[in-house]
């Protein structure tokens, strides 16, 4: 449990401060989150949130599920933990907005301290020690449990084999696409010339997702690199979406590409709607597939769905925020397999 209260710390910095435009350096994650690991160290002893800790649990029966649970409650001390997790929250509120202003002079709005923030950062920190605790509380129910119940050994071995089969369908599938992933730097001479540039999210403030510019800016490379003689910006262009082919168009022209190496597909909806709509409305045979590397396997499969080949080229151009990027990539891996059954 202090492990993994640790690490939930670590997360939350990352969370918070790390990989938004400048901060991704180990200079800045650990600038982001050793502080704030301090001040939990020191509010845990003072409230000492860790003591009386079991050694180990042991088997429980079902009449005394109730207790054990109980038990399991106390274990977790909620009342510390709730001075230790508000002392490290305030902290780390004002602390992440001291670094980004002070330390690295960003001004952006985002990171200076206000009421809306601090709810922010409260609502976020509060909802991975919540989560964390539920999981730690359910886990020790399950194996104390299943020491006394063999049939719930039998199910947990069961959903076991299915996790690692699910698992090695995932690796076979990344595997089987993996040689036609590339980078900037490795784009084989007989690579496609026309790359299509799949859109991402606008800000509420209207400016471009840090996602979205990093793939705009690779298909901007590949042009001045002389790799690509034009590129298909596809994305949803509505205005529920802030219109996002508008802002990767005007990107690129800012840049130097001229309009004339510019296609744009206003209805991208998703990935399916643009590498369809490559296709069979731009008449493309074969493209270099422009997203970040968590995307970019899924988007390969779907070519093959539509028979639009190609390779894809990875977008990554700096260090996303960790919470974000661990989401992004879990569930474009979950999905593989049924995306594989539904092709």
Known sequence: MILGDFLVIVLTGFYAGVGIWESGTVQHILGMIVPSMVVWMIASLIFRLYA??????????????????????????????????????????????????????????????????????????????????????????????????????????????LILLYAAAIFVICLHYQPRKFTVDSVPADAPRTALVFGAGIYRNGQPSAVLVDRVNTAIELYERGLIDEMIMSGDNSDSSRNEVDHMVRMAQE?????????????????????????????????????????????????????????????????????????????????????????
């Open 52 to 161: 009386g800790l079991p050694k180990s649990i042991g088997a429980v029966r079902w009449k005394e599920l109730t207790a054990f649970v109980d038990d399991l409650t106390k274990i977790q001390r909620p009342r510390q933990l709730f001075f230790v997790w508000l002392i490290t929250c305030v902290f780390q509120t004002f602390w992440i907005s001291f670094y980004w202003r002070g330390i690295l002079h960003s001004q952006s709005y985002f990171y200076r301290f206000s009421l809306g923030t601090a709810i922010w950062y409260f609502s976020s920190y509060a909802m991975f020690f919540l989560l964390w605790r539920i999981l730690w509380t359910n886990f020790n129910i399950l194996i104390s449990l299943a020491r006394s119940y063999s049939w719930i050994r039998g199910i947990g071995i069961v959903v076991q084999v």
């Open 255 to 343: 840049a130097g590409v001229p309009e004339s190496a510019i296609i744009r597909d206003d209805h991208g909806i998703h990935t399916a709607e643009s590498i369809y709509n490559a296709k069979n409305i731009s008449g493309k045979d074969k493209v270099i597939f422009v997203s970040q590397d968590f995307h970019n396997v899924r988007i390969l499969m779907t070519g093959e769905k539509y028979d639009l080949g190609g390779i894809a080229v990875a977008a990554d151009r700096r260090i996303y925020n960790i919470s974000s990027w661990m989401t992004w990539y879990l569930l474009d891996w979950l999905r593989l397999p049924i995306y594989w059954v539904h092709y």
